[in-house]
């Protein structure tokens, strides 16, 4: 398979084209099992979930990373062990989403599994910090009290650049009807992801050069991100109408950058 290369078709079965133990990082954002979509009509999307698992685990380089997206029961009771380790269940949290339920909560945030193959071989934590909360920078100020310094606090160390992004990302909305990079209005909320979601993925677990898989990759956010950051890229996309949307928005991309570097 060609490298920076959207190929169309079934992600199940195109997989098997590539090479054991090839990709750095798989961006695994497909069904999620609850819109009328026919690609989405999956009756059980854990088993679904487990078989995607399974057959991706093996493309993976050891110490390789797999990002699942998915509701909040997406892996519920299956036993994902044999391929992989979850690492941790990052909440992305979207208070904007409309909160209809009348006899429950509503669900307002989405599940990103973080599985790497075995013990994680990357994560840039320098590449994703976030802004200190206001509450730290007072710490900083107290660090300088001795008692502060010396006593049970004093190994949490204030970091100029920034914190850990923690496991619930609230700080990257959902696009809007107004967002720039929306490639079109039909695609809002249950296709296109904020390139910022892919971006803090992309940048926490792969490097330069890295082997980036994206076989959902509906309209190629993903391709977007990876040509910015320098890493190689392989998508697949079952419908023909989004590899179409993708390709272009990937011509658009290239030509950009063609043209920064050469102005
Ligand atoms: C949530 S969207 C991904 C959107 C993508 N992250 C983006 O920002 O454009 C899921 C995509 O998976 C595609 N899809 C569903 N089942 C598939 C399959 N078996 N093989 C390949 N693509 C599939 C759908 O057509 C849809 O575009």
Redesign the pocket.
């Known amino acids: 398979m060609q490298i920076n290369e959207l190929y169309q078709?079934?992600?199940?079965?195109?997989v098997q084209e590539i090479a054991d133990e090839s990709v750095d990082l798989i961006?695994c954002?497909?069904?999620?099992g609850v819109t009328q979509?026919e690609?989405?009509k999956i009756p059980d999307i854990q088993e679904y979930n487990l078989n995607l698992i399974r057959l991706f685990s093996r493309v993976l380089k050891p110490g390789g990373a797999l990002y699942l997206?998915g509701k909040d029961d997406c892996i519920d009771f299956i036993d994902y062990r044999p391929y992989l380790t979850l690492n941790r269940k990052i909440v992305w949290y979207q208070p904007s989403r409309l909160a209809q339920g009348r006899m429950n909560y509503t669900n307002n945030y989405d599940l990103i599994c973080y599985f790497t193959k075995g013990k994680a071989k990357t994560f840039n934590l320098d590449d994703i910090r976030v802004p200190q909360l206001v509450e730290l920078e007072h710490r900083l100020r107290c660090e300088r009290v001795p008692s502060v310094v010396n006593g049970q606090y004093g190994k949490t160390k204030f970091n100029e650049n920034g914190k850990n992004p923690g496991d619930v990302w609230g700080d990257i909305k959902q696009l809007t009807y107004k967002s720039k990079e929306l490639?079109s209005r039909d695609?809002l909320n249950?296709?296109?992801?904020?390139e910022k979601l892919?971006e803090r993925i992309v940048k926490a677990s792969s490097n330069e050069g890295d082997l980036v898989l994206?076989?959902?990759?509906?309209?190629?956010?993903?391709f977007v991100v990876c040509q910015r950051l320098k890493r190689n890229f392989i998508g697949?996309?079952?419908?023909p109408e989004?590899v179409e949307l993708?390709k272009e928005r990937m011509r658009r991309i290239v030509q950009e950058q063609e043209y920064r570097l050469f102005s």
């Open positions: 078709g079934d992600a199940l079965c195109l961006v954002d497909g069904p999620y979509y690609w989405d997206f490639i695609l249950t296709i296109q992801k904020p892919i994206d076989p959902f990759a509906g309209v190629g956010t993903t697949f996309e079952i419908n989004y993708a």
